[in-house]
């Protein structure tokens, strides 16, 4: 393994490391949630009876506040299983849909710290390629974290996926919003890029449209399994 394979195995080392942490972190917020409102709960059903209906009506609200947290902290759970599993062989059939549903989800608190909304757009086609979906993720993380930290409060980054003929997947980001640095430098003249695309013998392109609206069109093929 060359010098350059070294650097590249160590950036996956450091992005896995970074994806497990904050999904750890998020997911610990939510128990530490829902463990206050449980012994809120528990504070108000000691209340006295002639206030029952107000608590009847408080512990509603904070029961559905805690299934909403629950739910948030499974899906983190699924798609970090998920994520967990995506290198287990280099090269093999998966979605893609799937693979960036589970990278979305993961982001989703550094989206929030930012104040921008990050989202796999609804309607998109299934998409399914032979290629390697561990790789995949790292390409896209490479790409949608400098946006991220490019841009504004309530900016948006969209992710659009369709299949073309001939068995490669499109995945279509968009950027909208007010930027406070040029992202490109890290999105077009990035080592890290260079490598994921060529281990996906993946073709991108990036379009700038007054620096408010930034698109890039990544062409994932189907690769022959050796």
């Not at 609200?61 to 899906?75: F, G, P, V, Y």
């Amino acid at each position: 393994m060359n010098s350059s394979d070294d650097l590249f195995r160590q950036g996956q080392i450091a992005f896995h490391g970074r994806i497990i942490a904050d999904a750890t972190h998020e997911i610990q917020n939510h128990f530490a949630v829902i463990k206050e409102y449980s012994g809120l709960i528990g504070d108000l059903l000691q209340s006295k009876q002639r206030m029952i209906n107000r608590v009847n009506k408080r512990c509603a609200e904070i029961t559905k506040s805690i299934n909403e947290r629950a739910d948030r902290a499974a899906e983190m759970v699924d798609a970090l299983n998920g994520f967990s599993h995506r290198g287990d062989k280099a090269v093999c059939p998966f979605k893609v849909n799937e693979t960036t549903a589970e990278l979305t989800v993961l982001l989703q608190r550094h989206a929030a710290l930012r104040r921008v909304a990050l989202e796999l757009a609804a309607g998109t086609e299934t998409a399914a390629v032979t290629n390697d979906p561990s790789i995949l993720q790292y390409l896209l993380f490479s790409l949608i974290t400098p946006l991220l930290d490019a841009m504004e409060e309530n900016g948006s980054i969209a992710l659009h996926i369709s299949m073309e003929k001939g068995g490669t997947a499109t995945i279509n980001i968009v950027a909208d919003g007010e930027m406070s640095e040029s992202p490109e430098p890290d999105l077009m003249a990035n080592e890290t890029l260079e490598k994921c695309l060529e281990k996906l013998a993946a073709g991108i392109s990036l379009n700038k449209d007054n620096g408010d609206h930034i698109q890039i069109l990544l062409n994932i093929p189907s690769l022959a399994v050796s």
